[in-house]
């Protein structure tokens, strides 16, 4: 482990050098006044950030991305082999044969198709609500954020309150006053999902709604004043102003909320457990690697994960770009 | 120019420094140290200042002063297991890597099976001498050989309310070890709190997401009759869906669906009056002494029932062990003097006194008074113990147990043994290569 960390260290350092070089290159073939001065003090700023990038970030994807190939099981770090793409087969086997990770893809996808325009749809027009000039909005705001800052796991035992199947459940309580029977609402293998999303989008809206009224605040008050005398009303205003307006962080907020919610993993596992109708791909991989120790399958899970959510992304960015 | 390679040379050490204190916190250390003791390291799995973690110390401190002539001494580290049994792993498998692996940890029993095919632990069958392990109530083995010593050992029952029980007119006290009550007895109790107005028992069906409820059910299939894996542990299909082991889950399937259990009674309905039962595990004794005066001021205000008998007993099993480790240590001499010191009849005895739960040695005075919920375990624990599936892919076994109590409820039982045999039969099959 040691030996191939200071392999791949090496092979940084020498990039990292012949960027250095070619920049010395450059600058004298223009012809340029090189300060080897300011050059090394830049570099030497650099240094923390880029060891510290390397061995929080690159180090675990390149390892990462090299066990999706090997057999690398938790009890045996001392035997790993090369094994192709065998781990990519049984990932497809599973799907083929409608196993654990075939559930995880579709509860995934229910999740994000779900929660992206709930969570954003929530956030925007709490953001429209608090960025009113009245009183007491503070409050409104300090209220809508509070759950961003509460643990994911007091939310999720919170919430397993709220929808305890016991009739002492909270909402089991208040359904008791119209006469309806407790309902075990978790265990429903068609909308313990569902119930997850309204969780999650309750959480999460509150951070979104920051980065919405920080948008709002930079569109111009003139262009409603001059909207308002043209006749426009309310609705006119926000779909040929706020909307517009609004769009690079509309965008922004797509994508990160989209990121977030396809590594969902930390609500089903507290509130369902690894079930088939709850479990994610985070949860699964989680599960793979940790729980039965396939470390290379489930890294390989993380490989396919990484490409598919960084090519949506990508394609979001390339949107976005074209637009501006 | 100076202060400018100054600048640069602080820049390029403190870089250096976060990436050794990164990579670092392996290596092997000496095993002798400067005073010439021979140093024995040992890991435990719980926080150094909680009950357990104290009483582990003070055996230590006791084995160190005791050798302390012999210069043998024994260096200590505690790895609480905040996110989880993986995390525990994670560093154990970490420091198998870096061939740091302390001379003796602590594990958790079903997981023998997995680390004695990953070469973890060591085999001390020839080390352990006789008498000892005839004195252990259970022993870790697989494969016949010996791999570990249980630290302490656990049983559950169903724990009741007296007051709810008399007032609907139960009476169990012929139910007994020697005279064990059956599934049916145990049905007509629960049909009496039923008929008394009270939910009947609390089989923890809710305890789904993690080990709790395949450590508390596990036994109903076993007393059916049923079973789980083959001998070898590696075959799933024939065992895990056979008419016995689905007979077994019937059984809790029926207790749901005959409305004596629910997978909606509340954490603490128990505790508060509402449910005549409760199947738990030993720790609930110091709860039930301690945190619940109103309903439970005494011991004379509740009881524990052992499991009901199907077509044969069985009962809840296992708790953590000591073994020692298959690291670059050849000569295990010094290791076996500290194994041996650690499950004493002493050190046993100061282990569960913190903990509560039952010696594993035979020969620890316990002075359980008869009749009391101590000694009901314990005797259950004797007779009826029996401990959860010896297989390499203990953790896969556990959580399609689980997911069938969890489905159970809204499938056809049938349906879903067949479904979780397979899944398992699956992952069973990846680790025969192993």
């Known amino acids: ?208 709604m920051l980065i919405f009224l920080s948008g709002l605040t930079n569109i111009r008050k003139e262009l409603y004043e001059a909207a308002a005398l043209d006749g426009a009303n309310v609705w006119q205003q926000f779909l040929h102003i706020t909307c517009p307006g609004l769009r690079s962080t509309f965008l922004f907020v797509v994508i990160t909320v989209f990121v977030g919610a396809c590594r969902v993993m930390i609500q089903p596992m507290l509130m369902t457990g690894y079930q088939s109708h709850t479990v994610t791909l985070s949860y699964y991989m989680y599960v793979q690697g940790y729980s039965y120790r396939w470390v290379g399958y489930s890294s390989a899970v993380a490989l396919l994960m990484t490409i598919v959510i960084g090519s949506i992304t990508l394609l979001q960015r390339r949107l976005l770009r074209e637009k501006d | 120019m100076k202060k400018l390679f100054k600048t640069f040379g602080v820049m390029a050490m403190a870089s250096m420094l976060m990436l050794g204190s990164a990579c670092g916190g392996g290596g092997t250390e000496s095993t002798v140290d400067k005073e010439g003791n021979t140093i024995i390291k040992i890991m435990f799995h719980v926080d150094e200042k909680s009950a357990e973690g104290q009483a582990y110390k003070k055996r230590i401190d006791a084995f160190n002063a005791a050798y302390k002539d012999q210069k043998i001494k024994a260096s200590a580290s505690y790895i609480a297991r905040t996110a989880g049994a993986a995390d525990y792993e994670q560093k154990l498998t970490g420091m198998q890597n870096e061939g740091s692996l302390p001379d003796i940890i602590t594990f958790d029993a079903p997981n023998c099976a997995s680390y004695v095919k990953s070469g973890l632990i060591y085999d001390i069958s020839n080390i352990v001498p006789q008498d000892v392990q005839n ?131 509340g954490a603490t309905d128990f505790f508060d009056g509402k449910v005549g039962m409760y199947l738990s595990s030993g720790w609930t004794i110091p709860d039930l002494d301690n945190k619940y005066p109103a309903q439970f001021p005494n011991r004379d205000s509740w009881g524990l029932l052992p499991y009901p008998k199907g077509t044969a007993g069985a009962s809840a099993t296992g708790s953590w062990s000591f073994a020692i480790t298959d690291n670059q240590h050849e000569d295990k001499t010094q290791i076996k003097e500290l194994l041996l010191w650690l499950v004493t009849a002493e050190s046993s005895k100061g282990i569960t006194d913190a903990t509560g739960m039952i010696p594993a040695r035979k020969s620890v005075e316990t002075n359980y008074a008869a009749g009391s919920p101590e000694a009901v375990l314990l005797s259950q624990l004797e007779k009826t113990g029996r401990e959860r599936p010896a297989t390499v892919g203990y953790p896969q076994f556990s959580n399609n147990f689980r997911q069938v109590i969890y489905d159970m409820k809204t499938k056809d039982l049938a349906t879903v043994l067949t479904e979780k045999a397979s899944a398992l039969q699956a992952e069973l099959d990846k680790l025969k290569g192993m």
Not at chain 2, 160 to 171: L, S, T, V, W
């Open chain 2, 135 to 265: 004195d252990f109530i259970s022993l870790n083995k697989y494969d016949g050989k010996l791999y570990g010593l249980p630290i302490q050992e656990s049983s559950a029952g169903f724990y009741y309310n007296k007051k709810i029980f008399a007032d609907a007119n139960i009476d169990v006290s012929g139910y007994t070890m020697e005279n064990p009550w059956t599934f049916d007895q145990f049905k007509a109790v629960c049909q009496k709190l039923e008929d008394a107005g009270k939910t009947a028992v609390d089989m923890r069906l809710d305890a789904t997401k993690d080990e709790t409820a395949t450590y508390l059910l596990y036994p109903f299939i076993y007393a059916a009759g049923g079973d789980f894996l083959s001998a070898d542990g590696y075959t799933a299909n024939g065992y895990f869906n056979s008419a016995a082991t689905q007979s077994g889950f019937q059984f809790i399937k029926d207790l749901v669906t005959e409305g004596y259990t629910s997978y909606a009674i």
């Open chain 1, 1 to 208: 482990m040691i030996g191939s960390t200071l392999a791949i260290l090496g092979v940084l350092v020498a990039i990292f050098a012949a960027v250095a070089v070619k920049d010395v290159l450059v600058s004298r073939r223009k012809q340029m006044r090189y300060n080897l001065k300011n050059c090394l003090v830049s570099y030497g700023m650099m240094m923390p950030a880029v060891v510290l990038t390397f061995i929080f970030v690159l180090l675990p994807i390149i390892y990462s991305l090299g066990y999706a190939f090997t057999n690398f099981y938790l009890l045996k770090p001392n035997d790993i082999d090369f094994n192709g793409v065998d781990n990519f087969k049984q990932i497809f086997e599973s799907i083929r044969s409608k196993g654990d990770m075939y559930h995880a893809i579709c509860n995934t996808s229910v999740f994000v198709v779900c929660v992206v325009p709930l969570q954003i749809g929530l956030a925007l027009g709490l953001a429209l609500f608090v960025n009113r000039q009245k009183a007491g909005v503070g409050i409104f705001k300090v209220c809508y954020f509070a759950p961003v800052v509460i643990s994911l796991t007091i939310t999720a035992y919170l919430w397993l309150q709220i929808l305890s199947p016991s009739e002492y459940g909270l909402l089991n309580s208040f359904l008791k006053l119209f006469g309806v029977a407790p309902k075990d609402f978790l265990r429903d293998p068609d909308r313990a999902m569902l119930w997850i999303v309204v969780l999650s989008a309750w959480q999460g809206c509150g951070y979104q």
